[in-house]
Every structure is written in C-alpha cells, then in structure tokens.
C-alpha cells in the first residue's frame, strides 16, 4: 500500500481522536481507551499512523512548519517594503508578528492536537498487554512503535519551542477532572525532559531499512539525531524575557551546564554516524530530483520524511521551488514564493554544485522559457521544481504536490557533530572528516584536494572552524527553513541581521560609484541571452553573464538586467541617495533605516513569536506575552 492510500485511510481514524478544537480537550467523543484499542498490533500501528496524519494538515507540517514560520536571514529572505504593520499580523519576516494574526493560534492548536494524539497513544501503548510483555531488551515492532510516538513528539515539542520558547508541557492524556488553565514551562526542562525520554527509547527502537515506510516513519536513527539537535539547543543560546519589564525585547542567555548536553549531542550524533546507517551516497542534484519524484532512498541523506500526500498536501515544488506559469503543458503552475536572498547566491563557491541546485535567478512562462528573476529577494529554490517530475502532475495542478518534507537529513547530523566536537574540543579530526564529507558531495571529486581537504585543513583554530560550519549550513540547507533556528542557538541572530543590512547597503552604494571599505566590486548588473534548451530544442533556457565573474559591462548580444545597481537611488521627495525600502524595512523588528545608528550587533534580536491572543484569553491569565508583544 503506498503512502497516499494509508494516510488517507487512517484520517477518519486520526479524527476520531481530536473531535473538538481545543487542544486541552478531555477525552475524545469517541471514548478511546488504550484497554480498546491497542487489543492488536494492528490497532497500535493505526494509532501512531494517526499521529503522522495530524501532522500533515496545512497548520502543521503540510504548509505552515514548512514555509510560514522562515524569517528574513542571509539565506531566505522576503523583500518587505513598508514601514506599515500589516492588519492581519502577519508581520513575522521582520520579527514582528502580532498576537491577533490568526495563524499563531491555528498552528499553536495544530500542533497540541499532534501533541495530545500522542499522550493518548503512548498511554495507550503502555496500557496494553502487547507492549507489557514485550522484550525489553531487544528491538520490536510494539518498542519501536512505542518509542516512535515518543520521537515524534518531541519533535513537536522542540518546533514549538524554537517558534515560542516556554511552552505549555503536557506528557499524560488529559482527563475530565484537571485544571486547563495552566501556565507555561521552562523550555530547558521540556528539553532535558524530552532528551531523557527519547534515550529511555532509543535502544528499543527500529532503522530505516527494518521499517516499512522507511524514512516516512521516526527511526532508530531519527531518534539519535533528535537528541543530538535538542541537546544542542538546550546547550545553546535562547532569548530569555525580562519579566520586570514585558515591554523589552528580553536578552539571549545559554543555559547551564551546556558542556554537558554537547556531550550528550556528539554522543547520540555520533551514534548515527558509527552506525552507518545512512550516507551521502547520492549527488546532491540526483537527491533533489529523486525527492521531487517521490523518491526517498532508505540508507542515503534523509533520516526522517514527512509522508505528504499527492494531489492533497504540501508546498514542495510549488510555494517552495522555481516559479512555473500555468499553460498548455502537464506540469501546472508554481508560485515559487519562498526566496533567497540575492547576495546569497554570491557567497557560494562558484565550483559547488550546490548553488546552481539551490539558486534560481530564473522562472518559466507559459511555454517552460526561462525568464530572468533575480533581485534583492526574488531569487528563487532550485531544490524543488516540477519540472524535475517525471510524471507531472496535470496542467491545472498548483499546490498539494506530496512533495516529501525532509525534516532531518544526514548532512545535518555531520554537521552538528562537527558543531558539537568543535565547541568542546576545537577542531578535532573527526570533526574536520564530518565537514569534509559534507564538502565532498559539494565539489567535482578532481576540485576535493583545494575546495576540500585544503579549505578545512585551514581552518586551524575554534573560531575559523566554527565560521567554516556557519558558512556549509547557509549553503548546505538554503531554503529548508533551518538558518533561523542556527543563528538563535548559536547567538548569532542579531550580528548576522546588523551585518546583512549594511551589506546590502553598501553592495548598493558600491554599485552606484560609491567607496566602501573592504568592498572592491559588487554585481551591478547580471547580462543574459535566451539559448536553445540542449535537453529540448522547443524550449530556451538562459544563458547569466555576470554570477561567476562580475562584469562592469554588457557583453554584446545579452540584455541587462539591473541587480545591485537599484539598491541605492536617488530619493526625489527628500533629494537624497538612500537604499531601496526592501533594504530600509526587511528587518525592520530589529535594524531600519530609521534606527540603524542605534543599534548594534550584539543586540537581541527579537526571533520568538507572540502567543496568540486566545490563548492568552483561554489561560485566564496564567499565561502571559513578553519581548515586547505584550498587547
């Protein structure tokens, strides 16, 4: 049975245990016990599939987790023009959402919806006679499925963590009798809660390759890769409120003993990595391809995969990849919504592979012509086009594409370890190998003795190799939403923002004439010219002067197309060169073109998200906004 199939029939199933909206509900209408149930293996596997289902609804995993959340970094980025609040909320790309924007409380009750499904199974599970005289010292389908709803979980958890911090924390199924109105927890004890429950799990658990459905389901290895990421979250820097003061912005603080969850994180990511259980076997364009073909290999990068459902769920390939406009062909339309910064595409190394996989500074038309697309924040991902489907979708589809969302990959884990081992120990062998083998799949093996072995070999001392993991993670995970959680963990937010403000103001500066410091040359202008597609001779594809070498003029035969060049004008209403408003207002929560000389870049940065007004409204007060959200 394929995944469409089981997910769809287990929704009527999963619903049955989330009759009512409120995500602090008792017990479900249908009077779900564990004794009822979890009489079979069958009932049990129904259950936790229940589970994944939740999980794929538009206010979970199928559309908000995937895209909504992302805020403007130096990797993803949306241009935001105006100054102006937005009446809706929804100012969230410029660290300002409101707590009346109605998707913070659609996707707060999403995701306790997910959360409560779970404490029933897991109670369920515990309840029943299965799981009572299963081993416990080996591996088995009732362990696995038990530590599996464990897993995803406290996935769950850590999402709402990193988008809310202090969260309300339930772990048992709720009953008539208790209080709703509770207040929230202290994230670092969700953390090291949830990091103990996932190793009591761990050795009971299943791989991949044992598992039907694969990476579709939260393996062994997932396991050991979440508590290597919520180990180093707890470890890592979080903003904290001042709770004298719920108007201020708050400060960044890196909780205690934080050596001791890096210790915990290089253990269980190096657990993954001993194991050998997945790999980077294939290229990083065959990847992608395979991942927009519905194809997820068991052994290679992804460790986990949200199963979603063809022609009923995801944004992959539509929102998320290049931009497709809807003719007379079998691929439909795509709104290619999500953009990357256009600086961002001038940081890689022009020899990695992975720019022209993870950039786009194109679109098709109509009739599958690319179209020049390139700005400040119009720059499109590669990872994801329908264009790469070998059985396209049909000429009226648009978004629900089952498109997979791969949560967690391989290279994340190498990459983590390194981060783990680095700030322990310095940049020790193995983790040079991790980076290194990142970087492999990255560069043409006859480019590995510089690109490689020589560019990580240089990176001699703590602070060097802790920029080299910054710089392979923008490159690496461009446009998977993970560079917000990395900056806020690393306590990097705020300098990274400061330093991408001025450096698009200066690029535009640069452009126009102007002497910057440090900044020799800056694209301009990128210069393009349609040529025949060598794949398919109906289509032309475009030919960019300009991305490799910056040229300072039009070479001739192509046509112009103006980049850094408009970034910084004359303003006519006030006779004065400024940068554009997209660059004035981006970041506007944290440095604007107003307050720029007052801000500095170890500020806080303001990344957390408000509660939602009806969940304050609902807690009767025992929950309550800070970091300036109080309203």
């Not at 006779?575 to 007052?598: M, V």
């Amino acid at each position: 049975m394929n995944k469409k199939i089981l997910y769809s029939i287990l929704l009527s199933f999963a619903m049955l245990f989330t009759a009512c909206e409120n995500y602090l509900d008792v017990q479900p209408d249908t009077g779900f016990t564990g004794a009822e149930v979890f009489k079979t293996e069958k009932d049990m596997q129904s259950a936790v599939a229940g589970v994944y289902t939740l999980m794929l609804t538009d206010d979970a995993y199928s559309n908000r987790l995937a895209f909504v959340f992302n805020m403007n970094t130096d990797v993803e980025m949306a241009g935001v023009s105006t100054n102006t609040v937005n009446v809706n909320g929804s100012d969230l790309a410029c660290y300002e959402p409101k707590p009346y924007w109605t998707t913070l409380n659609s996707t707060w009750n999403a995701m306790y919806r997910i959360i409560n499904l779970s404490n029933d199974v897991i109670q369920g599970i515990e309840q029943s006679d299965l799981y009572k005289s299963a081993s416990k010292e080996t591996p088995s389908a009732v362990t696995q499925l038990y530590g599996e709803v464990k897993t995803i979980r406290a996935m769950v958890y850590l999402d709402m963590i990193r988008i809310w911090g202090d969260v309300v924390f339930r772990t048992k199924s709720s009953t008539g009798d208790e209080d709703f109105y509770v207040g929230v927890t202290d994230r670092n004890e969700i953390l090291e809660f949830l990091i103990n429950d996932l190793k009591s799990v761990e050795p009971l658990m299943q791989y991949a390759n044992q598992l039907d459905y694969g990476v579709e389901r939260a393996s062994r290895s997932f396991n050991q890769g979440l508590i290597g990421l919520l180990a180093l979250t707890r470890g890592g820097w979080t903003l904290r409120p001042d709770t004298n003061n719920p108007a201020s912005v708050g400060q960044m603080v890196r909780g205690d003993n934080y050596e001791m969850y890096y210790d915990t994180a290089i253990t269980y990511l190096g657990k993954v990595i001993e194991e050998q259980h997945h790999d980077l076997k294939l290229s990083f364009r065959d990847f992608w391809v395979k991942q927009n073909n519905w194809e997820t290999p068991i052994d290679d990068d992804v460790m986990f995969s949200l199963p979603l459902l063809k022609n009923s769920a995801g944004q992959y390939a539509y929102y998320l990849g290049i931009p497709i406009t809807e003719g007379n062909h079998p691929y439909g339309g795509a709104s290619g919504n999500l953009s990357l910064c256009g600086t961002y595409l001038y940081s890689f190394d022009k020899q990695d592979v992975r720019r022209d996989m993870t950039c786009a500074p194109f679109s098709y038309n109509e009739n599958l012509n690319q179209v020049i697309r390139l700005d400040l924040a119009r720059l499109a991902v590669a990872k994801w086009s329908k264009l790469y489907m070998n059985d396209p979708l049909g000429s009226t589809s648009s978004s629900g594409t089952g498109v997979n969302f791969p949560w967690m990959r391989f290279a994340d884990v190498l990459l983590m370890y390194a981060e783990a081992v680095n700030e322990r120990f310095g940049p020790r062998n193995d983790a040079q190998e991790c980076l290194k083998r990142v970087r492999r799949r990255a560069f043409a093996e006859a480019n590995w003795g510089e690109k490689v072995e020589d560019y990580v070999n240089s990176k001699t001392t703590k602070e060097s190799f802790f920029q080299a993991i910054m710089d392979e993670r923008a490159w690496e995970f461009g446009g998977e939403s993970k560079r917000k959680f990395d900056l806020a963990r690393w306590n990097k937010f705020g300098e990274v923002i400061y330093n991408q403000y001025y450096k698009l103001l200066n690029w535009g500066k640069v452009a126009n004439g102007a002497f910057v410091p440090g900044i020799d040359q800056v694209p301009g202008s990128v210069y393009w010219k349609d040529i025949t597609d060598p794949n398919n001779t109906s289509r032309t594809i475009l030919d960019i002067q300009g991305i490799d070498e910056i040229l300072n003029a039009r070479p001739a035969g192509y046509t112009e197309q103006v980049f850094a060049t408009s970034w910084y004008s004359l303003n006519n209403e006030t006779a004065s060169y400024e940068p554009r408003n997209d660059i004035k207002w981006s970041f506007r929560g944290f440095i604007n073109f107003n307050n720029a000389s007052s801000v500095a870049p170890n500020d806080p940065l303001r990344y957390l998200c408000p509660y939602p007004s009806k969940v304050i409204t609902d807690h009767r007060g025992a929950i309550q906004n800070y970091y300036g959200f109080n309203y």
